[in-house]
């Protein structure tokens, strides 16, 4: 059962909190065996029940210890980004990333991370209004502010408040696989894989009025991943110009029609593997992406490792979670 403990320190929103403690510690949403062990740690209040905001007080046994020993350490948004941090919270990161936990920062809780100096050399992701501070206050830090998160496996920066669901539901993939991670994000009634980063939120001149029309359209394409669709196949469908389905599909969901395909065909190549003994040609055909060798090639870059890697390596990981 991996371990989970969720930093708290006087004055943090509550949001950044609320959301891991919903996803990975609340009984009513249905879960695998060996599921989290969900540990919120008061850290830097001398006993007191830290604040979560102006209403609520976040009443816990666990502290320090709990935090340093846990597999991954989550840390929910900074109560003052012009200030310091806790440096007992600072020591207890290093500390746990030297044990080898995964550190996972969410919204503005990258300036915590960024203060113990895991982050110098490294891209990280923070909410958007707070970038240009984040970079200028840790110059080390390569600040991007267009992405949902950063994931460099030991280290992961989310972006702002929404995007910590974003990240929760990452690490619930990484942890146990696409299905689990669908059927989580189904319960949430929250999208498995937001397409697009922040850039489709950052305040412009003339800001494009989102587009919400298109739902019926990417429900169309999700059921025929399969097929070689196009642009044009996509606009007829739309009853729209493929210039004008382009347009709204950016600002809809930040990025081109054909980047979305290719990131839901990865997606449905991760469940087959997960799901199936399908040889990797037959899931390349499934999902979509044609050869075996072009499975391979978009499947590694996106993911990191090989199919045949990644199906080992995901049925390696379940075999040794109880029952």
Do not use: K
Not at 88 to 97: C, D, G, I, M, Q
Not at 173 to 183: L, Y
Not at 243 to 268: C, D, E, K, S
Request: hydrophobic share 40%.
């Amino acid at each position: 059962m991996p371990s989970i403990a969720v930093a708290v320190t006087d004055g943090i929103p509550f949001f950044e909190l609320a959301i891991p403690c919903h996803i990975f510690g609340f009984d009513r949403i249905q879960t695998p065996p060996g599921w989290y062990d969900l540990r919120v740690c008061a850290i830097g209040t001398d006993g007191a029940e830290p604040r979560t905001g102006p209403w609520f007080h976040a009443q816990t046994p666990y502290g320090i210890d709990e935090l340093v020993t846990a597999d991954t350490v989550l840390v929910p948004g900074s109560a003052d980004v012009h200030g310091d941090p806790p440096d007992e919270l600072v020591a207890a990161l290093r500390e746990a990333h030297r044990r080898g936990a995964r550190l996972v920062s969410l919204c503005s809780g990258a300036f915590t991370l960024a203060a113990t100096g895991l982050l110098d050399g490294r891209t990280a992701a923070t909410h958007w209004m707070y970038a240009a501070l984040l970079a200028a206050r840790h110059p080390a830090v390569t600040v991007d502010s267009s992405v949902l998160y950063v994931d460099h496996g030991d280290v992961l920066t989310g972006a702002g408040s929404t995007a910590a669901i974003d990240v929760c539901l990452h690490l619930v993939r990484e942890d146990f696989g696409t299905e689990t991670a669908n059927s989580l994000a189904r319960q949430l009634v929250a999208p498995a894989h937001r397409p697009g980063g922040q850039a489709q939120y950052i305040e412009t001149p003339l800001p494009e009025r989102r587009d919400d029309s298109l739902a019926p359209l990417l429900h169309w394409a999700t059921e025929r991943l399969r097929r070689p669709l196009t642009v044009a196949d996509l606009a007829r469908r739309a009853n729209t110009s493929p210039r004008t389905l382009v347009r709204r599909f950016h600002a809809a969901t930040g990025t081109t029609p054909m980047q979305w395909l290719q990131t839901q065909r990865i997606g449905r190549a991760r469940e087959l593997l997960e799901r199936t003994d399908l040889p990797v040609d037959r899931v390349a055909e499934l999902s979509g992406l044609g050869s075996a060798a072009n499975l391979r090639r978009h499947f590694t870059r996106t993911v990191g490792v090989p199919p045949n890697d990644y199906r080992r390596s995901y049925r390696a990981t379940n075999a040794t979670r109880p029952a």
